[in-house]
């Protein structure tokens, strides 16, 4: 059996330059965001948010609900694979950073199919959930805080359809999920969130060691 192998960069290039569908927006964008040190591996890999996209499109998904929009990337990306009439609603408590979001979402053509919600996204599932009512969306993507990792996912969980799918990215969280010195209390939200996942008979999972680690989880019919 084939062990696992180690993305350094020579082959993440090659993985890029094999499959990676790029355009001057995107490109723009991550470069805007690479110009912010500090918060730039906040961004997804553009690998991974084209893998959601794909998820979009596999799913047939036209109602998409986000936590955690950042500059948008990849609220942009799942948005262009949705339907006309389908919707993402992204969730997010940085107006600063979502300003950014907003004009590359404009001009991509894409602005009228994504509904930005500012605030605690904490509050704001709960609304949804009283907006829409459960079972409401195809297809979640959660990105934010990790402290609140197993909030959102509950409340994400109440808002898909049975057959849907909620998306978890960083469950590998740099690897500090083994190293048994790290006991911070993001490393340990997601130690937590994957148990759960891991235990909880109401979804079917699978882990990727891909990017920062993707969980995907599919709510049981």
Not at 163 to 192: C, K, M, Y
Request: aromatic fraction near 6%.
């Amino acid at each position: 059996m084939a062990g696992h192998l180690t993305a350094g960069p020579e082959l993440l290039d090659y993985v890029r330059d094999m499959s990676l569908k790029d355009d001057e927006i995107l490109k723009d964008l991550r470069n805007e965001t690479a110009g912010m040190p500090v918060l730039q591996a906040m961004l997804v890999m553009p690998e991974e948010a084209q893998f959601l996209a794909l998820l979009v499109r596999m799913t047939g998904a036209s109602s998409v609900i986000e936590v955690g929009t950042f500059t948008g990337y990849s609220s942009l990306c799942m948005a262009r694979a949705l339907p006309a009439n389908g919707r993402v609603v992204t969730c997010d408590i940085s107006e600063r950073w979502t300003r950014i979001a907003t004009r590359y979402w404009q001009r991509a053509g894409v602005a009228d199919r994504i509904d930005l919600r500012l605030g605690d996204a904490a509050q704001t599932l709960p609304q949804l959930l009283s907006e829409h009512g459960p079972g409401s969306f195809d297809l979640a993507f959660v990105d934010a805080d990790k402290a609140n990792y197993r909030r959102y996912y509950e409340d994400v969980l109440a808002l898909l359809r049975p057959g849907g799918s909620v998306v978890l990215d960083n469950t590998l969280f740099f690897g500090r999920v083994v190293d048994p010195t790290a006991q911070d209390p993001d490393t340990d939200a997601i130690r937590e969130i994957n148990r759960l996942l891991r235990d909880d008979d109401r979804v079917d999972i699978s882990m990727l060691a891909v990017a920062d680690g993707i969980t995907i989880a599919r709510k049981k019919t």
